[in-house]
């Protein structure tokens, strides 16, 4: 099994976002900051996802939208998580994986067909047709975008409903083309799997009867979008695709069916649930925010103090200059007044003997 980066749902976000006018991805409701619930980080904005597509994969963990709205899910299956003896992560993607063995180290299992394709990890390679665990063992199990590999998915559905324990729940996701009934052919080939499925090792195109043939594998459904779950605003904080679907289901045999876990994944405001990591992540995101405008502010106060001080300097410059200039012209007078003081001296005295001579000769004149 391979898990797919690309097509249907692609699309689905694309309609959904072209759909919701201000709440698709890249259209922030805290002014850019970007707070991923896989892995916590933060970031100025999100890294291309598949096919170069922008703002889309978290830097530090890669997960994408699907996988920051499974994230809070899980998050607000935490208390249920903590207390689960078996979760099973099919076809398990890096970041998802990571925060399942957080919630749920004693009971963590990845499962993969074919783990080589991808490089993955796993505990089990084994067939979501026959998974090698006992019947109603599970607590939790994970399958996004393995049904649409799988030639027998109604196998595959099935073997969900067994695995499950009375009341545990299966989070699924396929791509799906909601205006029109599945389209699958097991003999297309390659070129027109791309074109009709999306993508070369995909079965089939869910269409509108998803929901019933999940039903006719003895699972009780129900649909589930991060616009249901956490609103608009909520949707476009966290950068989701506002009308990506997924599906939460349980089997029938479970006494009140998934209509119960809506409940515990919405979570109301308690700790545990879905809207209470939602209150915590705009926790989060209004104090990073406030944490920046803070830095920000104490930046510009240091900018005011360095060019108030650069103009005390610039200041001093002026009047060091134009004491310098009064030195230097009070210097040139004394200098001139130097030069000229001896000339007047000898002037004086010259004038003064010649006058001494006139007087010596008039009393020399004098007749006696
Ligand atoms: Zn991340």
Known sequence: MTTSTTGTTAR?????????PGTGPGRSADGGLRWCPACGDEASAYGPGPRGRPDAACPRCRALERHRFLSLVLDGLAPRLALA??????????????????????GYLGVDFDPGADGRAVDVRASLTDLPLADGSVDLLVAYHVLEHVPDDAAAMREVARVLK????????????????????????????VRRFGQADHV??????VEDRLRAAGLDVARMTPVDWLGDDGAALMHLWPEESSWVVTPTTSADG???????????????GLAGALVRSRAATAEATARRAEAEERGDAVRRDLAAARARVARLEDEVRAAR?????????????????????????????????RAVGALRAVPR
């Not at 004394?334 to 010259?350: D, I």
């Open 12 to 20: 689905q976000g694309a309609a959904g976002a072209a759909g919701r």
């Open 85 to 106: 003896s078996l979760v099973v992560d099919v076809a398990p993607s890096r970041p998802v994986a990571q925060q399942l063995r957080r919630l749920c180290p004693q």
């Open 166 to 193: 009375p009341g545990g729940l299966a989070l699924l996701q396929v791509p799906w083309a909601p205006g029109r009934a599945t389209d699958e052919d097991p003999d297309a080939s390659a070129d027109e799997r």
């Open 204 to 209: 089939r195109m869910y269409g509108h009867d």
């Open 258 to 272: 998934v209509g119960r876990h809506r409940g515990v994944l919405a979570g109301g405001t308690s700790p545990g």
């Open 325 to 357: 200039k009064e030195s230097a012209r009070w210097r040139r007078a004394y200098e001139r007044l130097r030069g000229r003081l001896p000339v007047r001296v000898a002037a004086g005295a010259a004038r003064g003997a010649r006058g001494l001579g």
